[in-house]
């Protein structure tokens, strides 16, 4: 049973918005820090957002700061990704992650399949 599923990728216009979602099963959610990845095409794949498990504190990469809110519902267990002003070079295979024990950048051991994200000029 794979404990993350994403959803909500597609593909968008510049300056259009997309909002990724992120169903977590079989996990205690509220222990676990949450992230948002992705993986370009040829790249590496990089932390994008991040947000600690009662939602207190988060963290964006500075290319997305100001256009992305990540956000998280320990009820529903889902964490999601609102994605406004999006840009070409935010196309990307998105992944969410769920970790434990280095916020926000390491630590992490469970993944979503990924999501794609298409932003066309």
């Known amino acids: 049973q794979v404990p993350l599923v994403e959803s909500g990728g597609g593909q968008v216009q510049a300056g259009g918005s997309l909002r990724l979602s992120c169903a977590a099963s079989g996990l205690a959610f509220d222990t676990f820090y949450m992230g948002w990845f992705r993986q370009a095409q040829g790249k590496e794949r990089v932390l994008v957002a991040a947000i600690s498990g009662r939602g207190g504190n988060s963290y964006y990469v500075d290319s997305v700061l100001g256009r992305f809110t990540i956000s998280r519902d320990n009820v529903e267990k889902t964490v999601s990704l609102r994605m406004n002003s999006l840009k070409p070079e935010d196309s990307a295979v998105y992944y969410c992650?769920?970790?434990?024990?280095?916020?926000?950048?390491?630590?992490?051991?469970?993944w979503g399949q990924g999501t794609q994200v298409m932003v066309s000029s």
């Open positions: 992650a769920a970790g434990q024990k280095n916020f926000p950048i390491g630590g992490y051991n469970y």
